[in-house]
């Protein structure tokens, strides 16, 4: 219980799968996509769960504790955890969501799934370079485009 609740305590966000059925190999290759993601991934008694979210921004997820339960955490970067997750879930029908808390909020299946589409953390800084530089870059083209005018005439 200390190692979970110490988990806890470190993570901002997680997500609990409900994993009956599922082949060794295929949850093998979910360990490791969770890990390539920064996150950490168990498989625990419920009451240990439920002892472990006690008090904490997770105890939200109490009730999720029910039938064979695995959680994901991290500490970092959610949409990565979000995208590792869906995939899994898409790829896997013997898995399913139960709930999730990120920044301390509760959310289902559907949030889970618009989180995973998001595009991840340099792409928006990209576009949001672009979208920042387009104004200054039309302005330049205008004013280049209104020299040749005149140079023309």
Do not use: C, H, W
Not at 9 to 28: N, Q
Request: hydrophobic share 50%; proline share 2%; charged share 25%.
């Amino acid at each position: 219980v200390a190692v979970l609740k110490e988990t806890f305590a470190s993570a901002t966000s997680a997500v609990v799968i409900e994993f009956k059925g599922l082949v060794v190999g295929k949850d093998t290759a979910f360990r490791k996509s969770v890990r390539e993601s920064k996150a950490q991934y168990r498989v625990s008694k419920n009451t240990l769960l439920r002892l472990a979210v006690k008090d904490t921004s997770f105890a939200a997820l109490g009730d999720s504790f029910k039938g064979a339960s695995a959680i994901a955490t991290t500490t970092t970067d959610v949409v990565a955890l979000a995208k590792a997750v869906n995939g899994f879930l898409k790829d896997n029908p013997a898995a399913t969501f139960k709930a999730g808390v990120m920044d301390g909020k509760l959310f289902d299946a559907q949030q889970l799934k618009v989180l995973a589409e998001l595009p991840s953390r340099n792409v928006l800084i990209a576009k949001l370079l672009f979208l920042m530089q387009y104004p200054i870059s039309g302005l330049a083209v205008a004013l280049d485009g209104i020299r040749k005018q005149k140079a023309g005439e």
